[in-house]
């Protein structure tokens, strides 16, 4: 991510509104890392804030304490964030909003969709979505 330009997730400008981040229980070498970045820096392409991204940290990565970093506020999503499987969905999406726009005709993509960026004709769909334009269940 960092390689494309990618800022991590939990820097986002609105990420108050999804997790709770606890500076003190950070090393303080890595501060930074944890620090939110104004609108105008970060462009996330329309795309909503991600707990499954592998740009996301986890909830007690870089603690100097063994205490959490970061708590969502949801806690049913506390599981998901720190993921390192393989990029999710929005992560994709983010890079090629950023680097793949202009290779085709545009289609109207629905339901969180964007159009792929080696078939111009297709749109790529969210999990349990399909058809051309992901308008089909």
């Given at each position: ?65 063994d ?5 969502t ?41 964007y ?23």
């Amino acid at each position: 991510g960092h390689a494309l330009g990618i800022w991590h997730e939990q820097s986002r400008p609105e990420r108050d509104d999804y997790i709770k981040v606890f500076k003190h229980n950070i090393k303080h070498k890595y501060q930074d890392q944890f620090t939110k970045q104004h609108r105008w820096k970060v462009d996330d392409f329309g795309i909503p804030y991600d707990y499954g991204s592998v740009m996301h940290y986890g909830g007690l990565d870089f603690s100097r304490n063994d205490r959490p970093t970061i708590t969502t506020n949801d806690r049913n999503f506390q599981a998901t964030i720190g993921q390192r499987e393989e990029p999710s969905f929005a992560d994709v999406k983010q890079i090629n909003e950023a680097y793949c726009k202009g290779t085709g005709p545009p289609l109207d993509c629905k339901n969180g969709g964007y159009q792929g960026p080696k078939d111009c004709d297709v749109c790529r769909c969210p999990t349990g979505l399909g058809g051309t334009l992901c308008d089909q269940v």
